[in-house]
Each structure stands twice: as structure tokens, then as C-alpha cells.
């Protein structure tokens, strides 16, 4: 990114190839509609551009990218819809925490693994699906996804327990 | 019932290096790929952004460039300048050098206002009546400084005759003589003058001679004495007195008996009150 902000459009391409298909995805399972997607990922690059001056390598740039991009996706949220009340999503979790022996206890096709998993990060709760997204797509640790999201570090870990306990209940029904 | 001990034991196998079981199963999941269309515009975009930064960091090469067009500009505007005035200048001096430079109308000015006996000439330019007042204006200075001259006896340096500059001054002759006068004039004009006393004819016959004078090729042909010119007639002023009648005798000696004819008359028209010689006298009759 260094290299960029001195001018050097190859630099720029390589971290470019690198990052691009995380970022995608990273928006694409945030936002779970293609055009908000696209438009982000291409403002996402936009605001990284022209911030490139600024750029300190005090953070990994992922990081430093994945940051602008939860700021855009946060800013999407903010508009279209309002966000759960952190009441409905203990409502939730208590709902989900059902007895172990009413769970149906089956093996499920790959596919089908892959198809719940899918509807599963749908189903969950902004704050919640972005901190597994970052964690799992971005491979960023909990220090780092307190950073992005402005979180302290006990709050993520709350958000991806959460998180894991609503993908395991739908895996589970 | 799923215990808090098994979400915490989930968050450690997610946050373990391999992403546990779910970080597995979710890299099995269909990885999506932004549109090569997205990877135009963004990579379009970086490389404008980085293209446009170039020109900022060299902007003085434009304004440098800027400069020195306008350096150039202004030389060559200034080169074509100089040019169109030295044209002009060689026109004027060639114009100049058409017309002579009128000693004649000092003479002819000076005798409106000097002596009655030069009355005589300057009635014979009462015919020129068409003669702006603007000459007469211009040539003031020229008759000025005799006159100052002649009061003080004293000679200081004459100004020396401006050759281009002074053209345009000269340009609008006094005497604008047809050409067939002045050409068909004698020589001995003055005699004429002298014997018909009329004045209507004289003053463009003295014209002519002057233009005569002018006029070398015309002057040698006829075997008439070298031929004197206004800056002759003007150094002759610049004598004392008594060396100006001496000056006119050694002319008389050379046999230039126009030329010393043509500087006893400016002397006499300068100095009215000095006596003329008696064998000088016999020039002006």
C-alpha cells in the first residue's frame, strides 16, 4: 500500500488480486443482496484509494480494508432497516437454547451443511453475522474485530458465541 | 440443552487457526468473485487516481513551459517592432533625402521679421499663401537661433542637423516650387531678381537654386562651381563674422561664385547690421 501511495499502480493490482474475492465475499454474506454488494465493493476500493496518503502500517491492511468496508455496510444497515434491540436477540437465544435431547441428532449431505450454514448466516444478527464474517472470511482475531467494529474484545466473543449458538441450532433442527 | 461450556468450547475450535467446524464448513461454501466489470472500474480508478496525481507533482513544467512562450511571444513580437521602425526610419531618410533640407525658408522666415530690406524676400513668399501655419510653427526654432546668435555675437556649436527624425519636419516644404520652375530657372537667378525686382518670380527661382545645389549631377553638367549644400551653408554660420567674409572671398577665389553668392546673402540675413564689404557687395546686386 506504500508502494501505491508513492505511485506504483502494480502494487496497487497485486494487493488488489489478493484482497478482492474476501472483500466480495465479506460484503456479499453482509449484505446478502448483489447490487448493494457491488456497489460497496466498488466503493469500498474508491475510499481506500483515495485514502491511500493515509495509509500507516500500523494495522494489517486487511484490516485497514475490512474497517472501511464494515463502515459502509454499517452505514447500508443504518439506512434500510433498523437494527434488532439487544432484548429480541437474547428473545432469540433463549429460544434456541432447547434441550439437548429435543434436537434431532442426524447426519446431514454436505450440501445440506453448506445450504443451512448458508441460511443460518442470513438468519443472524448484523453485529453477530459480521463478527463470524470477520472472523472466518477476513481471518482476523478478536483484538482486531474489536477494532473494526468499535467493540471491546469480551463484546465479540459475545457476538460469536452468539453467533455459533444460532448456527448450531440450525444445523440442529 | 446447549451449555454455555459448549458455546465457549465452538468459539475456541472458531478461533483456532483451521476455523473449527464451522470455519470448514464455510470455506466450502461457494466462494463468489467480483464481476471482471468491478475489477475494471476499481483498477480504473486507482490508476486515474495515480495518473492524476503526475501533473500536480510536475506542475512547474507547465508553468515553466507557460513562461517561456510567453518569453518567446514578446521577443519575437518585440523583434518585429524593431524591424517595422527601421523600415519606417529608411522610408523617412529616404524622403528626407528627396526633399532638401530648407535652409531656404530660415532665411525666408527670418526676413519677415528681421530687416525691412529683406522685406523684399518675404513679400516675394506672400505668393505661398497656402503655407500652413503649422510650418511656420515648425520652423520657428530654426530661425530662433540665429537671431539669438546674431545679438550675442557669440557662436555656440551648432546643433547638428537631425537626419531621419527631422524629415517629417521637412517634408512639407515651405516652397512647394513646381518642378518646372525650379528646373527651368537659371542659374543666375539672382541677377534676375535683382534686375526685374520682381519679387513674385524670385522667391521660386532662389528656391530652385537651392534645390539646385542639391542636385550635383545637374550642377557638373552645366560646369557650374561644386555645388554647395545646406550643412556647408550651415557650417558657414558658425563663423565669426569677419571669418564668414573671409570664408565667402576664398569661395570667390575658388570660383564658386553661387555657393559664395548663396552664404553672403545668409550672412547678410544673419548679420543685417554688420557693413558688407564693398567687393562683396556687387554679389548681392
Do not use: C
Request: proline share 9%.
Amino acid at each position: 500500500m506504500l508502494a501505491y501511495a508513492e505511485g506504483d499502480l502494480i502494487a496497487f493490482e497485486t494487493l488488489y488480486r489478493r484482497h478482492r474475492g474476501m472483500l466480495y465475499r465479506f460484503l456479499m454474506r453482509s449484505l446478502r443482496h448483489r447490487a448493494d454488494t457491488d456497489e460497496l465493493f466498488q466503493e469500498t476500493w474508491s475510499r481506500l484509494v483515495a485514502a491511500r496518503e493515509r495509509y500507516r502500517p500500523d494495522a494489517k491492511f486487511t484490516t485497514w480494508l475490512l474497517q472501511i468496508a464494515h463502515n459502509l455496510v454499517i452505514d447500508r444497515f443504518r439506512r434500510q432497516r433498523p437494527q434488532a434491540s439487544p432484548e429480541e436477540t437474547e428473545t432469540v437465544l433463549r429460544d434456541l437454547d432447547a434441550p439437548e435431547s429435543e434436537q434431532p441428532d442426524h447426519a446431514l449431505s454436505e450440501f445440506e451443511q453448506r445450504r443451512r450454514l448458508q441460511l443460518a448466516l442470513e438468519e443472524l444478527p448484523e453485529e453477530q453475522r459480521i463478527a463470524f464474517l470477520l472472523r472466518v472470511e477476513g481471518g482476523l482475531g478478536l483484538d482486531e474485530i474489536g477494532a473494526i467494529t468499535g467493540a471491546g474484545r469480551e463484546t465479540v466473543k459475545s457476538r460469536l458465541r452468539y453467533a455459533l449458538a444460532r448456527i448450531r441450532a440450525r444445523f440442529s433442527s | 440443552m446447549t451449555t454455555s461450556r459448549d458455546r465457549d468450547q465452538d468459539l475456541n475450535r472458531l478461533l483456532d487457526d483451521d476455523g473449527g467446524e464451522f470455519g470448514t464448513l464455510y470455506r466450502r461454501l461457494p466462494r463468489a468473485e467480483p464481476p471482471r466489470r468491478l475489477d475494471r472500474a476499481v483498477l480504473g480508478n486507482a490508476a486515474r487516481a495515480v495518473h492524476g496525481q503526475t501533473p500536480y507533482r510536475h506542475r512547474w513544467v507547465v508553468g515553466f513551459g507557460s513562461v517561456a512562450g510567453v518569453v518567446l511571444a514578446a521577443g519575437i513580437a518585440w523583434h518585429v517592432g524593431q524591424d517595422a521602425l527601421r523600415q519606417q526610419s529608411l522610408n523617412e531618410s529616404g524622403t528626407g533625402a528627396a526633399v532638401v533640407i530648407p535652409v531656404q525658408p530660415i532665411t525666408s522666415t527670418k526676413h519677415r521679421h528681421t530687416t525691412d530690406a529683406m522685406k523684399v524676400d518675404s513679400t516675394a513668399l506672400a505668393p505661398m499663401p497656402a503655407e500652413p501655419e503649422p510650418t511656420a510653427k515648425a520652423a520657428k526654432p530654426q530661425i530662433m537661433a540665429p537671431q539669438v546668435r546674431a545679438k550675442s555675437e557669440s557662436v555656440p556649436p551648432m546643433p547638428r542637423p537631425t537626419p531621419p527624425p527631422a524629415a517629417p519636419m521637412a517634408t512639407p516644404a515651405p516652397f512647394p516650387v513646381a518642378p518646372t520652375q525650379s528646373t527651368n530657372a537659371p542659374p543666375a537667378a539672382d541677377a534676375a531678381r535683382g534686375r526685374a525686382g520682381d519679387s513674385t518670380r524670385a522667391a521660386p527661382a532662389q528656391t530652385s537654386e537651392l534645390r539646385e545645389q542639391s542636385a550635383p549631377t545637374r550642377m557638373r553638367g552645366s560646369g557650374a562651381p561644386a555645388p554647395s549644400s545646406s550643412l556647408e551653408l550651415r557650417r558657414d554660420m558658425q563663423l565669426a563674422p569677419d571669418d564668414w567674409l573671409a570664408h565667402i572671398r576664398q569661395l570667390l577665389h575658388q570660383d564658386r561664385r553661387q555657393q559664395a553668392t548663396e552664404s553672403l546673402r545668409l550672412f547678410h540675413a544673419t548679420h543685417p547690421q554688420h557693413p558688407l564689404p564693398a567687393d562683396l557687395q556687387a554679389l548681392l546686386e
